[in-house]
């Protein structure tokens, strides 16, 4: 799976990284950790055993402009897969919602979502 860099600002964008980012996994401690200073950053990884093997993450969600982050854990499995991203404009909220039923809520100033590829682990995938 190749992944490439992108930047969306415009809702009619988000379709393009919710493919690139549909069923990468990501753990829900560590995203919790991850809010500092308005932006939330959120390794992903392409298998769940990825994680508790340490191994680098195949690409990072960054955030910004985060006001507030809200995870609803019902499940408490530690690891997610991601299935859809939202964008609410009125509400301004960025949801992210798991096959595993998880839904990380985070309200924004403005849609201004990250995805950076880490080169070096595409590389080794490759």
Same mark, same amino acid.
Request: charged letters at 25%; hydrophobic letters at 45%; aromatic letters at 6%.
């Given at each position: 799976?190749?992944?490439?860099?992108?930047? /969306? #600002?415009?809702?009619?964008?988000?379709?393009?990284?919710?493919?690139?980012?549909?069923?990468?996994?990501?753990?829900?401690?560590?995203?919790?950790?991850?809010? #500092?200073?308005?932006?939330?950053? *959120?390794?992903?990884?392409?298998? =769940?055993?990825?994680?508790?093997?340490?191994?680098? =993450?195949?690409?990072?969600?960054? *955030?910004?402009? /985060?006001? #507030?982050?809200?995870? !609803?854990?019902?499940?408490?499995?530690?690891?997610?897969?991601?299935?859809?991203?939202?964008?609410?404009?009125?509400?301004?909220?960025?949801?992210?919602?798991?096959? *595993? =039923?998880?839904?990380?809520?985070?309200?924004?100033?403005?849609?201004? /979502?990250?995805?950076?590829?880490?080169?070096? !682990?595409?590389? *080794?995938?490759?």
């Amino acid at each position: 799976m190749e992944i490439s860099d992108m930047m /969306v #600002s415009d809702l009619a964008q988000l379709g393009t990284l919710v493919d690139a980012v549909h069923d990468l996994w990501f753990d829900v401690d560590a995203l919790k950790g991850s809010f #500092s200073e308005g932006v939330v950053t *959120i390794p992903l990884y392409g298998r =769940p055993n990825a994680l508790s093997r340490k191994q680098l =993450p195949i690409a990072t969600l960054v *955030i910004k402009h /985060v006001d #507030s982050l809200v995870v !609803e854990d019902t499940e408490h499995v530690g690891y997610y897969d991601i299935d859809q991203i939202r964008f609410d404009p009125v509400g301004k909220t960025l949801t992210i919602i798991g096959c *595993i =039923p998880v839904v990380v809520r985070l309200h924004v100033a403005k849609l201004n /979502v990250e995805l950076h590829a880490n080169r070096e !682990e595409n590389s *080794i995938r490759a």
